[in-house]
């Protein structure tokens, strides 16, 4: 989690902090747990956040690959989200995100969940554009 300049462009291979949260009761599931759908949207969240500063403007997500779901979230955890660029295409970039939860009363970090995001840079009409060089 090298990147700490909030308005610099990632270079592949680093991770960024890219969004934190806190589990509520309303994002549980019957059993009581942080439903998965809503930890899938905060990673959405996270990583379109960093693929709208590389792509320095409007990004669709297209695809998710290996998302694993590693230990639950409880309500009251914060939970932090890293995004790193792992490739780039002519429109599109691929971002390994990772999720971390620290209970309300701790200090430790336990990784949750980890998948692979894909999202393509997108005109005002929704079309696929070139991705800006840097």
């Known amino acids: 989690m090298s990147n700490d300049a909030p308005d610099a462009i990632p270079e592949p291979g680093e991770f960024e902090l890219a969004i934190r949260s806190i589990a509520m009761p ?3 599931n019957p059993a009581g747990d942080i ?5 899938m949207s905060q990673m959405d ?3 379109g956040n960093v693929a709208g500063r590389r792509a320095r403007g409007r990004c669709a997500t297209v695809a998710v690959d290996r998302i694993v779901f590693l230990t639950p979230v409880h309500v009251g955890d914060e939970v932090t989200v890293y995004a790193r660029l792992i490739s780039t295409g002519r429109t599109s ?3 390994e995100v990772e999720a971390y939860r620290r209970s309300r009363d701790g200090d430790e970090r336990i990784k949750v969940t980890e998948a692979v995001f ?3 840079a997108i005109d005002s009409g929704g079309r696929p554009r070139p991705l ?3």
């Not at 439903?35 to 930890?39: D, E």
Request: hydrophobic share 50%.
């Open 26 to 28: 309303s994002d549980t």
């Open 35 to 39: 439903f998965g759908g809503w930890l």
């Open 45 to 47: 969240l996270a990583a």
């Open 93 to 95: 970039m691929k971002f």
């Open 118 to 120: 894909t999202f393509v």
């Open 132 to 134: 800006p060089h840097h």
